[in-house]
């Protein structure tokens, strides 16, 4: 079996960043060599990410719904069909392909994944999602006409959720795979019944049949291998192991060749169909050897066969493969594309890419407004006209369809360029960073460090704006301040005694991926497209913080790669609920008596918990390296009647922020300390500046004081942070391009101690009025985060701050700052 690897097509190209990522001219094409007008439009049209990273994507552009996940092509090309899965409004979407315009947009209460047309192009298949159906739609005159459904169970609860499907129109046969019961459900078109159930172990994704129809292939999502159905017996007749989270499947024209898309392993399995083993793969990424980032998850084949095409979600392209030649595949180059492209099809000289996020963050003037009837997002589907305007985190970046011209040699060398000035990642950056001289955090993995000891907290789901807007020398709008110095004493005084970071950014959307953000650097695939589900009330698990195998990292968390080292890390709270490590790794590392999260515990309460078992271990000189734990309590429980208001709670939480920094330097380990604090996620409220926007802290006898930091910082530059102290590698190509936080830290320690502030209000409020808001906090789920919807929680939260009948401003969602290449864009 033959490894391919990409060549690195280093370049860079003099850009201004916008505001807008305007589509490109498609199929811009050099003209005599000259590919100037392309690398003008691709570097006017650059927009930075709140992660650091840019785009500059290639085509024009057609307007999609909330995460696009798949599209169906029809048999004569002439049509596309396009399914939305995001948290917001769900759709299936018809397209003309040859005109590329939209003709057709038709609202779901539930979807996902599997689409497909009939050979006659008459009858649109989809996945009805966690309604546990399969929607069937007429196609008639440019319009999708619901037609009938094939119901396969009851509803979530129950637990089925159709993923990826196929059609044999001959023999009336309708194949689906599925990803909570993970199994194959065989349907008779003509009666619509279930013929045959056969379980596939593991989570499915797509399911795709050989071109004479006599087998079926499919990717186990969570298994790591594609199975192989026989389809005249129903029984499985071949596994093939290939890489981690394999999703989409392609088939060659004459069938000998079965590609597979592994996203967690950033390539493409080939697998030779005879002899029923993989013969190459294809490394996507643009570097050989990268760690987990690129999410390799689409596939398309050009029309002549001699190209591949790989969308890799989460390094924003496409990569080019030439496979005219079996078991000879060499690299070609990549395509700029927009954020996180889930899908590609190839019509004629036009390549059709879906992309999930779309183009940018931007600012949102329909925002929450509780004065506006039906203007909260609601718990189950996103079907009424009036919650289209409502623009919450977990839906607001909408897909794209990029639409490129296949590009010439000339014009894809001019792309690829793009896409490697787009990317902050680089193969030398995963072992050195760039740090001053002499700095406390080292610029090399596993060079010394004069701190010993880290302490990581981790709380939930607050914005800068929120907290911080108040504090002189920031970035804030005080008209949007909820808990400011009144509320929070402590934060502030860290803020002005240690470091303000008034430009730091949650890489993670809601808690769901923001805890696997926090702890790993990235998000996988499965968590990607599964939370959306689950908060837009369509019915699916918390699949984050180790919960679902299948959506965590190949290599692990934060405390895998310490394992791997021989550091030592002991968890309070994080990754450990109900008395039980949530992975393996966290067995006998957690804390037993420490409270996870619970609003009906005081975070002054875990301090104490924390403390008594931090004394036992100073004692015995066994303190772990690494220390993480969880402060939930700023999460609040709204108005909820009898419960502790929006105040004490997040007082309680300051307040155990406060003392846990006091009692740790006054410990005889502070001098060889830090404390990094972050919040999981910024869903909860607005930012003037960008819903990512978030509160972060750090202190420590090596941290600065009385500093204003302003450089540009993510979830991934905190966890870089840690890793270069503890002498860690990346855990992600995020984490591996995040600028350390340098900047903060200073090489002679100042041994000064911190002095908590008291809470200035009682911890003992409760709610007690009874008004429209205190009865629908009454109807909410605070057991466990985020199973409160969040646009709605967001609007208590406001009015319980500043009155009853106070509107709460939109948040405003921004695609950055304008830099010109050549710059330095450190601080921007």
């Given amino acids: 079996m033959k490894k391919i690897g990409l060549s690195a097509l280093i370049g860079a190209l003099a850009g201004i960043v916008t505001l807008f990522a305007p589509a490109l001219e498609a199929g811009a094409q050099s003209v005599a060599g000259d590919t100037r007008p392309l690398e003008t439009a691709l570097s006017n049209n650059r927009v930075r990410l709140p992660n650091g990273w840019h785009l500059s994507p290639a085509g024009t552009a057609l307007p999609l719904g909330d995460l696009p996940l798949n599209m169906a092509l029809s048999s004569s090309k002439k049509l596309l069909a396009v399914t939305n899965n995001g948290q917001s409004v769900q759709s299936i979407q018809l397209i003309d392909a040859r005109a590329e315009k939209i003709l057709d947009n038709v609202v779901v209460p539930k979807s996902w994944y599997g689409l497909k047309f009939s050979a006659d192009e008459?009858?649109?298949y989809a996945s009805g999602g966690n309604d546990n159906r399969v929607l069937i739609f007429n196609v008639r005159d440019g319009k999708l006409l619901p037609a009938d459904s094939i119901v396969l169970g009851k509803p979530w609860p129950v637990r089925i959720s159709p993923a990826g499907l196929d059609i044999d129109d001959k023999a009336k046969r309708l194949y689906v795979v599925t990803k909570e019961d993970n199994a194959l459900y065989v349907i008779d078109l003509g009666s619509k019944s279930i013929t045959k159930k056969l379980d596939l172990g593991k989570e499915g994704y797509a399911c795709l049949l050989s071109r004479d129809k006599k087998e079926l292939y499919i990717s186990v999502w969570g298994g790591d291998k594609v199975l192989v159905v026989d389809t005249r017996t129903l029984t499985v007749s071949a596994a093939i192991p290939v890489g981690d989270n394999p999703n989409e499947l392609l088939l060659t024209a004459k069938g000998n060749r079965l590609f597979v898309a592994n996203?967690?392993?950033?390539?493409?399995?080939?697998?030779?169909?005879?002899?029923r083993k993989v013969t190459e793969v294809l490394n996507a990424a643009l570097f050989p050897d990268a760690p987990a980032g690129t999410t390799s998850n689409g596939l398309a084949l050009s029309a002549d066969e001699k190209t591949l095409y790989v969308a890799n979600a989460d390094n924003n392209c496409l990569a080019l493969f030439d496979v005219s030649k079996a078991d000879a595949t060499r690299s070609k180059g990549f395509i700029p594309t927009g954020w996180y492209p889930t899908n590609i099809k190839v019509v004629g000289k036009k390549i059709f890419v879906t992309n999930g996020k779309g183009f940018s963050s931007f600012p949102n003037p329909d925002g929450p407004n509780p004065t506006k009837p039906g203007a909260i997002a609601p718990r189950h589907q996103g079907d009424s006209s009036a919650t289209k305007k409502v623009e919450y985190i977990g839906g607001l970046m909408k897909g794209t369809l990029s639409i490129i011209g296949t590009p010439d040699e000339a014009s894809l060398e001019v792309y690829s360029r793009a896409v490697y000035t787009n990317?902050?990642?680089?193969?030398?950056?995963?072992?050195t960073a760039a740090v001053e001289a002499g700095n406390p955090v080292p610029g090399k993995v596993g060079e010394p460090s004069p701190i010993k000891y880290v302490f990581y907290i981790i709380k939930e789901n607050r914005t800068y704006d929120q907290v911080l807007s108040d504090l002189p020398g920031g970035n804030g709008d005080t008209s949007i301040l909820l808990f400011g110095r009144h509320i929070t004493p402590n934060q502030h005084k860290l803020a002005e005694e240690f470091v303000l970071l008034d430009n730091f950014y949650a890489d993670g959307e809601v808690s769901a991926d923001g805890h696997n953000w926090s702890t790993s650097a990235h998000a996988t695939d499965f968590l990607e497209k599964n939370w959306p589900s689950s908060y837009g009330g369509r019915g699916g698990d918390y699949p984050g913080e180790g919960k679902r195998e299948t959506a965590n990292p190949k290599k692990g968390f934060i405390w895998d790669y310490c394992q791997r080292a021989g550091v030592s890390y002991?968890?309070?709270?994080?990754?450990a609920d109900d008395g039980k490590a949530n992975i393996p790794v966290l067995e006998n590392h957690f804390c037993p008596y420490y409270t996870d999260y619970n609003l009906a515990v005081r975070d002054t309460t875990r301090f104490g918990q924390w403390k008594r078992e931090f004394d036992s271990l100073v004692t015995v000189n066994a303190v772990p390296a690494l220390n993480t734990m969880r402060f939930g309590n700023d999460h609040t429980e709204g108005m909820r009647r009898g419960r502790p208001t929006p105040f004490a709670h997040v007082a309680d939480n300051d307040l155990a922020?406060?003392?846990?920094?006091?009692?740790?330097?006054?410990?005889?380990?502070?001098k060889e300390s830090v404390v990094f604090i972050v919040e999981d996620d910024a869903q909860n409220g607005p930012d003037h500046v960008d819903a990512h926007r978030t509160t972060a802290y750090v202190a420590g006898p090596f941290v600065r004081r009385k500093f204003a930091d302003h450089t540009m910082y993510s979830t991934s530059s905190m966890l870089r942070t840690i890793e270069l102290i503890l002498g860690l590698p990346p855990m992600s190509q995020y984490d591996a391009a995040a600028t350390p936080m340098w900047r903060s830290f200073m090489a002679s320690p100042d041994l000064a101690g911190f002095t908590a502030l008291p809470a200035n209000i009682s911890l003992d409020d409760k709610n007690g009025?009874?008004?429209?808001?205190?009865?629908?906090?009454e109807t909410l789920d605070f057991s466990k985060e985020d199973r409160v919807p969040d646009l709605l929680f967001s609007q208590i939260i406001w009015k319980a701050v500043k009155g009853e009948h106070r509107v709460m401003p939109a948040p405003r969602r921004s695609s950055f700052v304008k830099t010109v290449a050549g710059e330095d864009e450190e601080d921007d």
């Fill in 122 to 124: 008459k009858t649109l």
């Fill in 263 to 275: 996203a967690n392993d950033n390539s493409v399995s080939v697998i030779d169909i005879k002899n």
């Fill in 423 to 431: 990317t902050p990642y680089s193969k030398e950056g995963e072992l």
């Fill in 570 to 575: 002991r968890t309070y709270g994080e990754f």
């Fill in 657 to 670: 922020v406060g003392m846990f920094v006091e009692y740790l330097s006054k410990s005889p380990i502070w």
């Fill in 769 to 777: 009025v009874d008004n429209a808001t205190a009865r629908l906090s």
